[in-house]
C-alpha cells in the first residue's frame, strides 16, 4: 500500500493563445537566470567590473545549448536515426522537447566563456572559479525540468518518496520510482554551497575551484546515474559498455581529470588579477 508519493505533472506545456509555455524550457531559464546571478555578485565581490559576467554568459549559453543537444543527438542517434528512429531527424533540432546533457553544455559553453575572456582580456581560471558555484545551484534548479517531462528517473523503490511515472512515459500502474532528478538537484544545491563556502575558506584560484565543481558533480552524477533505468526516449535504455552507461563512464574520466588539475596546481595559489591592464578596478561593494 503505497502511503506517500511524489506525483509527476500531468502535464508540461501550457498555451497562451497559440504561444505553447514548457514547463521544461522555463526550468532551464532560471536556472541560467539563477547562475549568472550568483556568477555575477561574486565576480563584483572580486573587484570585477560590473557587467562582466553578463557579457560573458551571452556566449557561453549559446555555445551550451548547442554543445547541450548536441551531445544528446550523438549519444541518442537512435531515436532520430536508424530503423528503430521514433522520431524524425529534423526533431534533432527541438531543444524545447528535452534532451540536453550538462557534458555537452559545459564543454562547449567552455569554448564560449574562452573566446569572451580572450576578447576581454580576462584570466580563464578567474572566470571559472567564479562561475562554478552558480552553475551548480543554475544546474539544480534546472533539473526540475526533468520532473515536468517524466524522465531521469531511477529504478523501482518502496520508499515514502517514490515518484509516480506515466505508462506513456515508460512507467507501470501502481510502481513508484527514484526521483533521479530530485536527488541530482539536491545534490547539486548542496554543491553549490559547498562551493561557496571552500572558496572563501581556501585559496583556490587558478580553475582549481572549478576543478572541485567538476570531481564534485560528477562523483554525485555517477551514483545518480547508476540509479536510472528511464528509457532513451521510448527506444530502449541507455548505451552500456562494461555494465556502466555512457554517461557514468564520462563522470569518471572528468573526475579524475578533474583531481589530476587540482593537485597539479597546488602550488599557484596567488588569485589573479580580475581586471585587465590599464583598467580602473571596479568599487568594492
Known amino acids: 500500500m503505497v502511503l506517500a508519493a511524489i506525483p509527476s505533472p500531468s502535464e508540461g506545456v501550457w498555451h497562451l493563445g497559440f504561444i505553447p509555455i514548457r514547463a521544461y524550457a522555463l526550468c ?8 549568472a546571478w550568483i556568477s555575477d555578485r561574486r565576480w563584483r565581490a572580486r573587484g570585477g567590473a560590473p557587467g562582466t559576467i553578463t557579457d560573458i554568459a551571452v556566449p557561453a549559453v549559446v555555445f551550451g545549448l548547442i554543445g547541450a543537444r548536441a551531445y544528446h543527438v550523438i549519444t ?42 580572450r576578447r576581454r582580456g580576462l584570466p580563464l581560471g578567474a572566470i571559472a572559479d ?23 528517473y531511477g529504478r523501482p523503490t518502496t520508499l515514502p518518496w517514490g ?22 538537484s539536491l545534490w547539486d544545491l548542496a554543491l553549490g554551497l559547498a562551493l561557496i563556502w571552500a572558496g572563501r575558506r581556501f585559496a583556490l584560484h587558478h580553475g582549481r575551484l572549478f576543478a572541485v565543481y567538476v570531481a564534485g558533480y560528477t562523483f554525485g552524477r555517477f551514483w545518480i546515474e547508476g540509479l536510472r533505468i528511464d528509457p532513451v ?7 552500456t559498455f562494461l555494465d556502466l552507461r555512457i554517461n557514468q563512464w564520462t563522470s569518471l574520466v572528468l573526475f579524475a581529470g578533474a583531481i589530476v588539475y587540482f593537485f597539479a596546481m597546488r602550488r599557484k595559489n596567488a588569485p589573479e588579477a580580475v581586471v585587465p591592464a590599464g583598467k580602473t578596478p571596479a568599487p568594492a561593494e
Open 130 to 152: 567564479t562561475i562554478a558555484p552558480g552553475l551548480a545551484v543554475g544546474q539544480a534548479i534546472a533539473r526540475w525540468g526533468n520532473w515536468f517531462n517524466q524522465e531521469l
Open 28 to 35: 532551464f531559464i532560471a536556472g541560467i537566470v539563477a547562475g
Open 163 to 184: 515518484l509516480e511515472i506515466d505508462q506513456a512515459h515508460g512507467g507501470e500502474p501502481g510502481v513508484l520510482y527514484h526521483p533521479a532528478f530530485l536527488y541530482e
Open 233 to 239: 526516449g521510448g527506444v530502449d535504455h541507455a548505451a
Open 76 to 117: 541518442d542517434w537512435q531515436l532520430y536515426f536508424g530503423p528503430r528512429a521514433v522520431k524524425e531527424p529534423y526533431q534533432a533540432l527541438f531543444i524545447w522537447e528535452g534532451g540536453m546533457s550538462i557534458w555537452g553544455a559545459v564543454a562547449l559553453g567552455g569554448v564560449g566563456v574562452w573566446l569572451a575572456c
